[in-house]
């Protein structure tokens, strides 16, 4: 029976602190901040949690509060270019450096982190 990434890098445990490093610098951040629900920081981190924990074999707990994630119409409200897309990511990568894991699963979890942060963009 073979083990999987979200239990790997440590499962829940593991993508809590992911994403509180993330959303520790996002309520910071004057470009990317302002679109998050600033009276719903709990929430949000949730999402996250949930949905990164889902896509990378977790519970699917995103799916059974949620729905279907449908990234890019959920984030179609705000306006995301290639600035606020670099912004994420370095957010992201610094939370990221932070946590004990694998070359092979920080490179999983960068390269797919990059995918999701160009999809976003909706603006020019």
Not at 10 to 21: A, N, Q, R
Not at 33 to 39: A, K, L, N, R, V
Request: cysteine-free; hydrophobic content about 40%.
């Amino acid at each position: 029976m073979s083990t999987s990434f979200y239990d790997a890098v440590g499962g829940d445990e593991f993508f809590t602190k992911l994403v509180k490093g993330f959303y520790d610098q996002v309520k910071e951040d004057d470009l990317v901040g302002p679109m998050y629900p600033q009276d719903d920081w709990d929430g949000a981190e949730d999402r996250l949690k949930w949905f990164l924990a889902q896509y990378w074999g977790g519970p699917t707990t995103f799916n059974e509060k949620r729905g279907a994630p449908m990234l890019r119409r959920r984030h179609f409200p705000y306006e995301i270019d290639a600035e606020a897309a670099r912004r994420w990511l370095a957010m992201m990568e610094k939370s990221l450096d932070n946590m004990e894991v694998s070359e092979e699963h920080r490179e999983a979890l960068w390269n797919h982190m990059v995918r999701v942060a160009g999809m976003m963009i909706n603006k020019e």
